[in-house]
T-cell receptor, first 112, second 115 residues
């Protein structure tokens, strides 16, 4: 089945700095999703990207899907302490929807 | 939006006992539910897919006899960890397929500690 590599594993930033996490696949993806998990919490859906070269924004968050649909990124501008958590990308394995494969996640720490 | 209720949120059990975790879709019907396991500081790993009215589909390496999954109705899926051992201690999370353009909705998770 398809897999996705996510980097970095950890990121520590000062409040106000930017943050980016990347996901890469060796195969073309049909779509990619991004989730945020707060410490002790459960994953919360952020967005799904479907189209080649797609860019979507949610306030300070910018999501991109590569032209070849093999990579994606999540960028946070001017981080805040509320952004703390682990950000996961996830893809549908194979042809059966719902069997998500999660990247290893990027744990974001924001220092005030 | 879609809400998935998972219960209990936290459970401590003795080694050798069984624990049942429930996952309910509150405002929609789900013919399929997904069960994940997450060890500390690690990612979510899909364990199995429960299907209403038929047998669950397990991922490679997941013991069917140890992790019993039942999808009793269109709103309830259960995961029973049988003969639990300390190595089964983990965060178990269920999810339901997306409704509309939203992503998968996750339950709040069950933190299982086997002592």
């Amino acid at each position: 089945g398809q897999q996705v590599m996510q980097i970095p594993q950890y990121q520590h930033v000062q409040e106000g700095e930017d943050f980016t996490t990347y996901c890469n696949s060796s195969t073309t993806l049909s779509n990619i999703q991004w989730y945020k998990q707060r410490p002790g919490g459960h994953p919360v859906f952020l967005i799904q990207l479907v189209k080649s070269g797609e860019v979507k924004k949610q306030k300070r968050l910018t999501f991109q899907f590569g032209e070849a649909k093999k990579n994606s990124s999540l960028h946070i501008t001017a981080t805040q302490t509320t952004d703390v958590g682990t950000y996961f990308c996830a893809i549908d394995r194979g042809s059966t929807l719902g069997r998500l494969y999660f990247g290893r996640g990027t744990q974001l720490t924001v220092w005030p | 939006g879609a809400v998935v209720s998972q219960h209990p949120s936290r459970v401590i059990c003795k080694s050798g006992t069984s624990v049942k975790i429930e996952c309910r879709s509150l405002d929609f019907q789900a013919t399929t539910m997904f069960w994940y396991r997450q060890f500390p500081k690690q990612s979510l790993m899909l364990m199995a897919t429960s299907n209403e009215g038929s047998k669950a589909t397990y991922e490679q390496g997941v013991e069917k006899d140890k992790f019993l999954i039942n999808h009793a109705s269109l709103t309830l899926s259960t995961l029973t960890v049988t003969s639990a051992h300390p190595e089964d201690s983990s965060f178990y999370i269920c999810s339901a397929p997306p409704t509309g353009t939203s992503g998968y909705t996750f339950g709040s998770g069950t933190r299982l500690t086997v002592v």
